[in-house]
C-alpha cells in the first residue's frame, strides 16, 4: 500500500522529513505531496467562512497525514469530516505577533475596531486575531480582516494597505528591519499554537504500522533539526530559489532555531484551546456548526506517544 504524505514549507517538520529520506527507511512506498500542487478550492470568504483544503484533500484520497498550525483540525470537524489528531509540538510562542507599524495611532487591540487586519486566513494566524479581538471586547465583524498569503502581508503593511499584521517569521523579520514596529499582542499572551499533525481515523485504525512509522520518522528528524538548525533551514532556502524567490539562510536558521521540534500527545490544555478556537469561530460565524474537539482524539494514538523512544540523529 502506498502511504501519501502531505507536506508543505508552513510545517517545518514535514518539509526537513521529505528532504531527509528517513521515512523511507521504514515505509519504502510512501508518496510525498506537495500540497502547493493539489488543486485548490475557491477561497472562502474572509468574513463568513474559513478554507477547508487541508480537510478536502485529506478525505479525497490526496493524502492520508498531514502537519498543519492550530486552526486547520477544527475547520475538518466543523465540516463533518472524521479526522483524530496524532499529536502536538510544544508551544511555538516566538514564532510571531500581531504588529501595526509605530506612531500609526493604533495603541491597542481594541483601536482596531474597523480597521484592516492581515492574516493567511485558516491558519493559525485566524486564531490568533480571533482570540485577541475577544479579549480586547470586540468581534470577527467588528474589523476588516484581509487573506494575505504568510509572507505577502508585510508588504501590504509596509504600503499602508493594512493597519494591522499578524506577522511570523522569518518574514517578520525583514519587516522589523525595514520599520518600527508596535506589538499589539504576541502569541504567548493568548495560546500556545503548538504545530500539530491529524489523519483520517480509517487511516489511524486500519494502518497502525504505517502511522507508527511516521510518527518515528518525525521525531528522528525533528532530533536533526534542533541539532543542526542552519542545515535545515538550507532545504527551506533552496525550495524559494528553485521557485524564483530570493531567501535569507541567516533568517530562516533563526527561525527554526526559535521553535521547538518533536512530537508529543495532545494534552487537555491543548485540547481546552482547541474546544475555545472552535466556539468563538462558531459564534462569528465561520465554522457551519458548533463542534467537539475531543471527538478527534483516539486514546490509543495518545498512550502511542506518551513515551517517547530513544532516537538517533543521522
Do not use: C
Not at 531527509?20 to 488543486?39: F, N, Q, S
Not at 525583514?174 to 500539530?196: K, R
Not at 512530537?263 to 474546544?275: C, K, R, T
Request: glycine share 10%; net charge negative.
Amino acid at each position: 500500500m502506498t502511504v501519501r504524505v502531505g507536506y508543505f514549507p508552513h510545517n517545518n517538520s514535514l518539509f526537513v522529513l521529505r528532504h531527509r529520506g528517513i521515512l523511507e527507511r521504514t515505509l519504502p512506498e510512501v508518496e510525498w505531496v506537495d500540497l502547493r500542487a493539489l488543486p485548490q478550492p475557491p477561497r472562502a470568504d474572509v468574513r463568513t467562512s474559513l478554507p477547508s483544503v487541508h480537510s478536502d484533500h485529506l478525505f479525497d484520497g490526496g493524502y492520508d497525514f498531514i502537519g498543519t498550525g492550530f486552526t486547520p483540525p477544527i475547520t475538518a470537524l466543523g465540516n463533518d469530516r472524521d479526522i483524530v489528531y496524532v499529536g502536538i509540538s510544544q508551544p511555538r510562542i516566538e514564532n510571531g505577533r500581531l504588529v501595526t507599524e509605530a506612531g500609526s495611532g493604533i495603541g491597542s487591540v481594541a483601536d482596531l475596531a474597523g480597521k484592516r487586519i492581515g492574516i493567511a486566513h485558516g491558519s493559525w494566524q485566524t486564531t490568533l486575531l480571533l482570540f485577541a479581538l475577544d479579549q480586547a471586547g470586540l468581534g470577527w465583524a467588528d474589523v476588516e480582516p484581509v487573506d494575505t498569503d504568510v509572507h505577502d502581508g508585510g508588504a501590504l503593511l509596509l504600503d499602508g494597505t493594512l493597519d494591522a499584521w499578524v506577522g511570523a517569521y522569518p518574514g517578520l523579520a525583514a519587516v522589523e528591519a525595514a520599520t518600527s514596529l508596535h506589538t499589539l499582542v504576541d502569541t504567548e499572551s493568548v495560546f500556545s499554537h503548538p504545530s500539530l499533525w491529524f489523519t483520517r481515523r480509517d487511516f489511524a485504525e486500519n494502518n497502525r504500522p504505517a502511522l507508527v512509522a511516521i510518527i518515528n520518522a518525525l521525531r528522528e528528524s525533528d532530533a536533526w533539526i534542533a541539532e543542526n538548525p542552519r542545515a535545515a533551514a538550507q532545504y527551506f532556502v533552496d525550495d524559494i530559489a528553485a521557485r524564483g524567490g530570493v531567501a535569507d539562510l541567516d533568517a530562516w536558521e533563526m527561525a527554526l532555531r526559535g521553535r521547538p521540534f518533536g512530537i508529543g500527545p495532545v494534552s487537555e490544555e491543548f485540547l481546552d484551546e482547541q474546544q475555545r478556537a472552535a466556539d468563538l469561530l462558531a459564534a462569528n460565524g465561520l465554522l457551519p456548526r458548533t463542534i467537539r474537539v475531543r471527538d478527534g482524539v483516539d486514546p490509543s494514538i495518545g498512550e502511542l506517544l506518551a513515551a517517547p523512544p530513544s532516537v538517533s540523529v543521522r
